[in-house]
């Protein structure tokens, strides 16, 4: 996959429908499916699990995550 | 339901009338029915109930959450 | 009354002169009669009680509340 | 006096030339006499009194105090 | 001197050349003359002390102060 | 390298491809090559590995960094 | 050297190529020849040295600062 080197919104935007990480600001994390990203980092994860220090803490079908939150993203997780 | 994989908003106005879960960003969580939600994600939520690690706190026929203070949104929360 | 699924500010509208409880980040509660209310949640409130853990620790003629510190609003608080 | 239930920065215009309370996010308040006020509710008290729990711990012939930082106010504090 | 009841900022362009106390949100305060000062309050200060609980912490020939992290000033400070 | 005086975000764009070094505000530290970088600092590292007090905590193949967490960049790490 | 009273940041620029000290709000300093500054505050900075409570910590050939993180700058750190 070729890349814009100043757009790294459109990596997220390449992972729909595949599975991602994200590490929120106090530590938890959420792996799941990307279904729906905007610019502002608003994702929607499908079949989630949360975890803490790599425990499951609790599981989703859905979940919606505010994109202010987030410290960082793994796009492709599996 | 197709979405649109850009806007994650508009899942969260898809769920209004049904019960969602809110997670705020200290980690209390309040459940109800979504009634109305702006793009700045304040929501009206009817029949509230409060919870603090599971545990029922409080209950509220109606309240207004301020958006900036969310986590997370769990859209189908039944 | 009906109300605009996308403008959730419009419910505060409707609030005014009636009680309601609006509790800030930090925990504290207020009660009393929303007088005045823009879109930033800047608030007037009228024989405004202020609680922490459901004891009221001040009263005030009136207080005016910068919206920025609210984490949720009770419209109908009686 | 008649109020615009829209508009609260209005009630603190008003509110010029009379003693208002101030309190902080962080529990300090202020009292004095309200000179200057802007719609970021940035301040210029005079005769200002800095209290903590209620005990005076300073004294200001003119203060400037910065909006954003501001809990809520209180109008008419005499 | 006159003033603009809307305009407190105009009372801090009056106080250049004057020397004046700033506090930051952490308690430290800055005295100093007032060189330059913009509008969202980023200043210069010349012949600044650097004070915590009274007590001068540093010394500085001039120093650049970021305007968000100021709690108060005191315009007229000697 | 000529560089212009006023725009530290072209240093950045300069460092894509080479391996750069990432500090958060709470510590964290990453280091990898820099794939995307936008104006927001919002950055796609690639074979990064995450460290705390110079110790590594993690390796991932790609990961997705929010700028508004970032503390500084050191440009050319290796 | 004459100053703009109504431009803080000018002074800034002006000490581009010079040593400078800033201080972070959690009180790391960094000390280095400033040579690019954007209008946010976001800097360059060559041989930087970081120091805690005065000590040395760290030395860096070129790290770029993100400017909301500043609590103070000193221009003529020499």
Redesign the interface.
């Known amino acids: 996959m070729s890349?814009?080197?100043?757009?790294?919104?459109?990596?997220?935007?390449n992972a729909?429908n595949s599975t991602i990480l994200i590490r929120?600001?106090?530590g938890i994390e959420?792996t799941g499916r990307l279904?729906?990203?905007?610019n502002y980092?608003?994702?929607?994860i499908e079949d989630a699990k949360e975890m803490l220090d790599g425990t499951v803490t609790a599981k989703?079908?859905?979940?919606?995550?505010?994109?202010?939150?987030?410290?960082?993203?793994?796009?492709?997780a599996v």
Chains 1, 2, 3, 4, 5, 6, 7 share one sequence.
Do not use: A, S, W
């Open positions: 890349i814009d080197p100043k757009n790294p919104l459109k990596v997220l935007h729909i929120l600001k106090d959420y279904k729906v990203c905007d980092m608003n994702m929607i989703f079908g859905e979940i919606f995550i505010r994109g202010n939150n987030i410290l960082f993203i793994k796009p492709q």
